[in-house]
């Protein structure tokens, strides 16, 4: 009987050991722990970032708003794509207040942005902040806050303001339907979605 109870006690702390404390179903699916994927996808959204910001400055020296307006809407999704290839998992930037419609967030998405939203306006500084959960067995959402910068105001800020008449006009041609102006720096202006899966 005590040899039973001995052995219960250690099977328990094994697999506490093993889930970090967390015995929930959902998150012992994913192995090793979702706290190595958020690491990772801090490193993907960091190296996201760091090649968009890369682009986009060369194409503001080489030629102003102006032309690196049409080559963000060439390059952009073929650079998260290149970096999606790079680390074996899927890349979303994703917007309520989207240039492109195909950055609407779905509704996983939408609710982890809404979520960030909802820190925020409680204060919460988001600069470092960032979630995961997991969708299905193997399969998890990782999201970062992407905030407004002072080099955005360019092309996100307010129309007349920051964002001269006649960009906002070549925009417009661009993106009959852009719904992403009218940001101050600070603002939550969207988010990473990074997919990871396992086989
Ligand atoms: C030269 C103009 C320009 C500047 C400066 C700029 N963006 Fe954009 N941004 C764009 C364009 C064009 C798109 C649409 C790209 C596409 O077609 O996927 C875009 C798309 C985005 C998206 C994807 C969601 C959406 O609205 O479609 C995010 C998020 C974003 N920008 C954030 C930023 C941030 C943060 C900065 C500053 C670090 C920044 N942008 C600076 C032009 C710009």
């Known amino acids: 009987m005590n040899t039973i109870r001995a052995l219960s006690a250690l099977m328990l702390a094994l697999y506490l050991a093993c889930t970090g404390g967390r015995p929930s179903g959902e998150v ?36 102003g708003v102006a032309y690196a307006l049409p080559f963000c809407h060439a390059n952009a999704g073929a650079l998260t794509d290149s970096l999606s290839a790079k680390y074996g998992v899927h890349i979303r930037r994703v917007a309520e207040q989207n240039r492109n419609p195909a950055n609407a ?10 979520t960030f939203a909802a820190w925020k306006a409680g204060g919460r ?16 959402l990782f999201a970062k806050p992407i905030l407004l910068l002072p080099q955005c105001v ?32 600070g603002d939550l202006r969207g988010m990473w979605a990074i997919y990871f899966e396992k086989n």
């Open 125 to 140: 500084d988001l600069k470092t902040a960032d979630t995961a959960v997991v969708l299905a067995p193997g399969k998890v």
């Open 28 to 63: 012992t699916a994913v192995a090793p722990s979702l706290d190595s994927i958020r690491a990772e996808g801090r490193l993907i959204a960091k190296a996201g970032f760091d090649a968009l910001s890369q682009k986009l400055m060369e194409a503001l020296e080489q030629g």
């Open 105 to 114: 967030p779905d509704a996983n998405e939408k609710a982890l942005f809404e």
């Open 154 to 185: 360019a092309c996100h800020g307010k129309v007349g303001e920051t964002v001269a008449e006649e960009n906002y006009r070549e925009i417009r041609k661009l993106y009959p339907e852009d719904r992403a102006v009218g940001f101050s720096p």
